[in-house]
């Protein structure tokens, strides 16, 4: 299905939370639409684990050029619910990481 076969932009379409996915699959408890959740969930790890990449990319520098690139992609994570609803677990190992390149760009 090409984008433009969608009635509005994806821009103005409202995000959905967990809780107005949960009322999809009630409303509907079919095979493709467990499917299409499925999917969304996945997607969702993937935005996850973008934004770990930029958090990242953030403490270590980026070159210029990659900047409006970095700030665009994080604009658009920090607009999705799924990471403010199950947000991405760091590990102790990771966390002491940050600290101390947080540490060392002072």
Do not use: H
Request: one cysteine or more.
């Amino acid at each position: 299905m090409a984008a433009r076969d969608f009635p509005t932009s994806a821009i103005q379409r409202k995000k959905l939370s967990a809780a107005a996915l949960r009322a999809i699959w009630q409303r509907n408890p079919s095979p493709d639409v467990r499917d299409l959740l499925w999917e969304i969930y996945r997607l969702q790890d993937v935005a996850r684990q973008a934004y770990g990449v930029v958090t990242l990319a953030r403490m270590w520098g980026i070159d210029k050029p990659f900047l409006a690139r970095l700030n665009a992609l994080d604009s658009a994570l920090f607009a999705e619910p799924c990471l403010w609803e199950r947000p991405l677990d760091w590990s102790t190992e990771e966390v002491q990481a940050l600290k101390r390149l947080s540490r060392d760009r002072r």
